[in-house]
C-alpha cells in the first residue's frame, strides 16, 4: 500500500510539472516563424529565471530541468532552421562555408571527384585509340 502511495504521488508531482512548467514540442515549433521563435525563447527563459527564484526558496528540481529543456528545445529549433536556410542559399553556390560542408572522413575529403577520375593523358588516349581491346569470341 505504501509503494502505491508512493508511486501515485509521483504520477500527481509529475501531472503538476506538466501544467506548471509546460513542455515545448519540437514539432509545433517548427511551424513558427523567426520572432514568434523568439517570443517563446524569451518567455522560457523568464520562467527558468523565476523557477530558480523559487528554487531558492525551496521549489521543485523537476520543474527547474524541464524548463531548461524547454529552452534548449527552442534554441535547437532556432540553429536548426537557420542552418537550413543557410543551407539552401549556398546550395548553388561554388564556396560552401566549412560548417556546412559534408563532413565525412579526410581521406573520402581529398580523393579525386569522377571527373578527375575518368581524365586520361594525351598518351593514354592515344594507345586506347590505336590498341583498343581486343574482343574474343567464346565458343558454348
Known amino acids: 500500500m505504501l509503494l502505491f502511495l508512493n508511486a501515485y504521488s509521483f504520477i500527481l508531482d509529475l501531472c503538476?510539472?506538466?501544467?506548471?512548467?509546460?513542455?515545448?514540442?519540437?514539432?509545433?515549433?517548427?511551424?513558427?516563424?523567426?520572432?514568434?521563435l523568439l517570443k517563446v525563447l524569451e518567455?522560457?527563459?523568464?520562467?527558468?529565471?523565476?523557477l530558480r527564484v523559487q528554487k531558492v526558496a525551496g521549489g521543485?528540481?523537476?520543474?527547474?530541468?524541464?524548463?531548461?529543456k524547454n529552452v534548449a528545445r527552442v534554441l535547437t529549433v532556432i540553429n536548426q532552421t537557420q542552418r537550413e536556410q543557410l543551407r539552401l542559399f549556398y546550395q548553388k553556390k561554388r564556396f560552401v562555408p566549412l560548417d556546412?560542408?559534408?563532413?565525412?572522413?579526410?581521406?573520402?575529403?581529398?580523393?579525386?571527384?569522377?571527373f578527375e577520375k575518368s581524365k586520361k593523358t594525351l598518351r593514354q588516349e592515344k594507345k586506347l585509340k590505336h590498341?583498343?581491346?581486343?574482343?574474343?569470341?567464346?565458343?558454348?
Not at 43 to 50: F, G
Not at 60 to 68: D, H, K, N, P, S
Request: aromatic share 6%; hydrophobic share 40%; no cysteine.
Open 16 to 36: 503538476l510539472i506538466y501544467f506548471l512548467v509546460a513542455i515545448v514540442k519540437a514539432h509545433e515549433l517548427r511551424n513558427k516563424n523567426k520572432a514568434e
Open 100 to 114: 556546412l560542408r559534408v563532413k565525412k572522413t579526410r581521406a573520402m575529403r581529398r580523393a579525386l571527384t569522377p
Open 131 to 140: 590498341f583498343p581491346l581486343r574482343k574474343y569470341a567464346v565458343k558454348a
Open 43 to 50: 518567455e522560457q527563459k523568464q520562467q527558468l529565471a523565476s
Open 60 to 68: 521543485r528540481q523537476q520543474e527547474l530541468g524541464e524548463a531548461r
